[in-house]
């Protein structure tokens, strides 16, 4: 698994930056079913965060069925884990990051009208 990217002056917290991260790796097959998560002290050691943050990542990830922890072999991604195929992690992280995008065009004073019109001249 590539190293997580911790964002420590984000408004998002830790704990919810760790489970959007893995949840993107899932969604696009970087992280495979089966496929085993560094453990909690790895990633805290790693990322020099608190122990407690990254478990409550890995708590909400094994809630979401996501993942699942095996007393005394280790964390894995889970094998009914959606994936790219079905698209609904995908569709549910491209949805936050346009409210995220719309959000920050009304901070700055854009009407709804005005960000669809400046999104209509984007090319991509």
Do not use: W
């Amino acid at each position: 698994m590539k190293k997580l990217n911790i964002d420590f002056r984000s408004e998002i917290p830790i704990y919810q930056q760790i489970v959007d991260q893995i949840q993107y790796m899932i969604s696009t097959n970087e992280l495979k079913p089966g496929e085993q998560l560094p453990t909690v002290r790895a990633i805290a050691q790693e990322s020099r965060i608190n122990f407690n943050t990254v478990s409550r990542a890995y708590r909400i990830l094994d809630q979401a069925g996501l993942i699942s922890t095996q007393q005394g072999r280790g964390t894995y991604i889970s094998d009914n884990a959606p994936t790219e195929e079905n698209g609904s992690i995908r569709t549910e992280l491209m949805l936050d990051l346009i409210q995220e995008c719309l959000n920050k065009g009304k901070q700055l004073g854009y009407s709804k009208e005005q960000i669809l019109d400046l999104l209509g001249k984007i090319s991509f």
